[in-house]
């Protein structure tokens, strides 16, 4: 079974500070994609940041940045300069094949995210 | 390009009724995805569809439950003789298929929330 796992329920930063997500994931597939999603209090889930499992570099979009390690299958999520509009749940998800040649994403329980000024 | 709508946004219903939801996915999408979020849990796979095929349904979706997507657009979930525990938040994403980096990337609606009474 292919799990996601969020330790963190719940996480405060103060506004232009760092802070970062974990995630650790289960897998015996060799080639997946992780990502993050967020989703503020008005609930869209909104796509912030994507890996492939076959790409050594790390991914970054602006202020968002993962820190992926394979072997150690955990995918933390580093915000910088934190914004009071980042104040929101976190979901980290696995790409997981289903059927023969579908995919739907395993979500962990998301952690909330407070950004404070 | 106008984003995954989902109508209606919220549903009240009593116990026993059925009811109905609808998803546009983003229009060059063929795949369409349905997913159920409960309060304090990520998102949970349920179905989808690459254009009018349905070709996974997860174990989570009881015999109550049916979607179609009869042209390969818009979807629709129903759920017959409803039960407080499908209180939710049911959510349609859409992604592009096809090959491409951005083909794994799924884009979600608003969500309808169901409340059963």
């Known amino acids: 079974a292919q799990t996601v796992t969020q330790s963190q329920p719940e996480m405060s930063v103060q506004e232009a500070e760092t802070v970062t997500l974990s995630c650790t994931y289960d897998?015996?597939?060799?080639?997946?994609?992780l990502f993050w999603y967020k989703q503020p209090p008005s609930r869209q889930m909104i796509l912030v940041i994507r890996q492939e499992a076959y790409k050594q570099q790390n991914a970054t979009e602006n202020r968002f940045s993962v820190n992926f390690q394979k072997a150690a299958k955990s995918f933390s999520l580093k915000i910088s300069d934190s914004q009071l509009g980042d104040t929101a749940m976190y979901f980290c998800a696995f790409m997981k094949h289903v059927g023969t040649a579908g995919y739907a994403l395993n979500f962990g329980k998301g952690t909330s995210l407070l950004v404070t000024p | 390009d106008t984003g995954v709508s989902q109508d209606p946004r919220h549903k009240i219903t009593k116990r026993g009724q059925n009811v109905t939801f609808r998803c546009d996915p983003i229009?060059?999408?063929?795949?369409l995805y349905w997913y159920r979020q409960t309060l304090g849990q990520g998102p949970e796979f349920l179905t989808y569809f690459q254009n009018e095929a349905q070709l996974e349904k997860s174990r989570l979706l009881s015999d109550r439950f049916s979607a179609e997507r009869p042209k390969g657009s818009f979807s629709t979930l129903e759920i017959q003789r409803t039960e407080q525990g499908d209180s939710a938040m049911y959510l349609c994403a859409s992604s592009l298929a096809g090959g491409g980096q951005g083909s794994y990337e799924q884009y979600f609606g608003p969500g309808t929330r169901l409340t059963v009474t």
């Open positions: 897998t015996s597939e060799s080639n997946y994609y």
């Open positions: 229009s060059e999408h063929n795949r």
